[in-house]
């Protein structure tokens, strides 16, 4: 039996999936070196690498077919989208014959923009359907807890996501939404004959 999981799990960008803020720390666009995993560099060198952990909860998440979701509140949406769609992440672990994959190609939806993370939730319940108590969203910044109004599960990030903070988040979710036991009760049918 698999665990109780959301079906949507999102994740702000800056100093939660990695340790800079792409907007004020990265000028103009990035490049990667060849294959390089997990980094790009801007002009200057300044680099972008997802925090430790970050790959394996990516894997996770695909592994279990959740909705992956991006929401970050940036005014550097084109570079954030290039970093994502630069930034290389290791095949899944014991898969020898996989390439590395872009980054971008495990997230299902992608909310980045300036303004209030409401919104962000908003337009990902429109597009996907589905309910915000089936969320659940990781982010940095306490004032973004504003989305559990919403009625989605929000976990404070402190030093990036780690496995950690993934397991307590999941946790979370799961104690606003036990598990619901549905008992098989149908209708007895005619009983079997005694010919």
Wanted: glycine letters at 4%; hydrophobic letters at 35%.
């Amino acid at each position: 039996m698999t665990s109780h999981l959301p079906r949507l799990v999102a994740f702000d960008l800056d100093y939660t999936l990695w340790p800079l803020w792409i907007d004020t720390h990265i000028s103009s666009s990035v490049k990667r070196d060849g294959d390089t995993i997990n980094e790009v560099h801007d002009r200057y060198g300044e680099k972008v690498s997802f925090y430790h952990d970050v790959p394996q909860i990516l894997h996770r998440l695909r592994a279990a077919e959740l909705v992956i979701a991006a929401c970050s509140r940036t005014s550097a949406t084109a570079l954030a989208r290039q970093a994502l769609s630069l930034l290389l992440v290791h095949a899944k672990a014991g898969d020898k014959h996989a390439k590395p994959q872009p980054a971008i190609e495990f997230f299902d939806q992608l909310e980045i923009y300036p303004g209030s993370k409401i919104k962000h939730f908003k337009q990902l319940h429109e597009k996907t359907g589905i309910p915000y108590s089936e969320m659940l969203f990781f982010d940095d910044e306490r004032r973004n807890k504003e989305v559990e109004s919403l009625g989605v599960t929000f976990v404070l990030v402190h030093n990036g996501l780690d496995n950690r903070t993934f397991e307590h988040g999941l946790d979370e979710w799961r104690k606003r939404h036990p598990e619901e036991v549905v008992n098989d009760v149908t209708e007895p049918g005619p009983a079997p004959s005694d010919v």
